[in-house]
Structure formats: structure tokens, C-alpha cells
């Protein structure tokens, strides 16, 4: 379906509707990279390097680090919404091309990926965290297996207090078999960080010792 509409549908940029291209350049360019320094931890941006920071101090994580390419701004906000809501190729692609150029590649020899609910999969026919890690693949050189599942009938985050969304994760996920020693784990956004710590907690119980965390987008607060 999507490919039909990338064929046939004129190509707009998602952030200012110029023509041309699903972005266009100077929209690229502006979406602002998250640069040194950062919390080594959870990749907030800092005012110097620390090792953790006032986000992510005294919390359980259970990912090693966090990265992400660009802060999830109004621009972001919108390639992310156009990206989950169509689906077009070309913009997982994008996406994962500027992470390779802001993310230093993992020392990890796998990738996955959180995986999308049933309900929102069947509805948009695809999970953009699945394709973020698979053109991340491509780019890294590094396979990508589908290592998670997610629990039904547990909650959106949508809405809630960042407490609230650590709380409501607990338990999302659970792993399919065995999990390689060091894995890299693809979202779209790190909005709290507590869907990718569930992610990882799931990774652990079936044997990861470290889990990377890569996304497009973070909120920087
Ligand atoms: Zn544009
Ligand atoms: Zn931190």
C-alpha cells in the first residue's frame, strides 16, 4: 500500500510541503543533531560530559547507553508522524542515514527492535522501529532479528506522566528465545526512556549482558 502511494501520491516534503522529495534539503539540515556533550548514560544533552545525569540518576536502566540522532523538535515531530502514519521506504531511510552520520556505530553484532503493538501494526501495515533497524542493518552491516514481543492489554504511554509511563511499562515485553550477548535496540523516539528499558529488561532475562539503545529522535527537555 505504501509503495502504491509513494508511486502515485506527488512527493511533498513532510515538514514544509515543498516539492520534490519526501524532505527537502534544507529541512534535513535544520532538524538540530545532538551533539557532545551528553550524559554518558542516557544520551541527554548536558552542559558538560557526566556519567549520569539529572534525567536518568537513581533510575533502574537497563540498557548500557542511549543514542539518538536529532532532538525531537516540531520538525521531527512531523518526518516522525508522516514516517509512522505512511510508512514511505524513503523515509526510514532518511531516518537511519542521518543516525549513521550522528551515532557512532555500536560494538554490537546484532540489531533489534521494539516491536509495534498488534492493533497499530495491523492498522498501519508496518512498525517504523522495525524498519529504522532494518535500514540500520544496511548501513552497519549488522543483522537484524526480531528478538521481542509486546504483551497485550498492556497501556499506551501516550498521556502520561513520565512516572506514570515508567510504571506502565513493566512486564511489555517479552523475548522469543535467546538473546545474543550484546545487542542494539532500534526505536523511532526516546521520549521517557522507559519503553526502551523495558525493551532491554526482556533482552537481559534472555541473556543479553549489554544493550545498546539507538533512536531517530530524542526529547530533550
Ligand atoms: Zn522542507
Ligand atoms: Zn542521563
Redesign the pocket.
Known sequence: MSSILDVFLPTRCVVCGAGGGSICSPCEGSLKRLGLPL?E??G?TTAWPVE??R??SGRRIAFSHARAAVEYDEAAKRLVGAWKERGQRSLSRVAAEIVDGVVARPDAYTLTFVPADDNRFLKRGHNPAERLASELGRCWELPVLSLLRRRPGVGRQRGLTLAERRRNVRGLFHATGPAPRAVVLADDVYTSGATVSAAATALRQAGARRVEVVTFARAVR
Open positions: 550524559c548514560r542516557c541527554a549520569r545525569c534525567e536518568c
